[in-house]
């Protein structure tokens, strides 16, 4: 399967990914990778790994719509199978959500259902859970919504702020996105169209 990672920024989910389908632990080609900030540093770890790039800049679209058309046309022409959305900091429309529904997986750093929405590992550290983690899962157009896939946590401690979880969390997400897209691309998980629940194949 052809593979496409969305960024806006650092990429060490994107890095986590490249590394996984190079050692084939995850049966896939990353094929494209899109940003939609012209200096996302993981555009450069694309290009070190001899990825195709594309910056699609939403800022120069009038509408939410014009720019996922862009997006969506560029995923068409690249022919991917499977969108791995990977910090990529737009909403996306529901109209492009449902043209890519069961393919389209996301990253969260928090065990959803619990702090969706952006800083969640602050959320976390205010709420005093001694529990955190990560979850992957199907995009759904409802934000932060969707079945699980994988999940992976990390015990925090009193003296955790919200800087050193977000690198804590970090390190089981890079674990927890290679696993979820294993899982996906082999066939071992799909999403029910219908019910919107995960089914284990
Ligand atoms: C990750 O924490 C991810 O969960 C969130 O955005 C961050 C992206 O980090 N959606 P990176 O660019 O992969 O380093």
Partial sequence: PKIAVLISG??????????????????????????????????TRAKQAAIKTLVIRHSSYQTRQLFDNALHE??????????CLAGFMRILTEDFVNKWRGKLINIHPALLPAFKGTHAQRQAIEAGVTVAGCTVHFVEPEIDNGAIITQETVHVSPDDTEETLIEKIKTVEHVAYPKALKLLVTNKITLDLKSGKLRRN
């Fill in 10 to 43: 650092s990429g060490t989910n994107l890095q986590s990914l490249i590394d996984a389908t190079s050692s084939g632990f995850v049966p896939a080609e990353i094929v494209i990778v899109i940003s939609n900030v012209g200096k996302a540093y993981g555009l």
């Fill in 74 to 83: 560029a995923l068409v022409e690249a022919e991917v199978d499977v969108v």
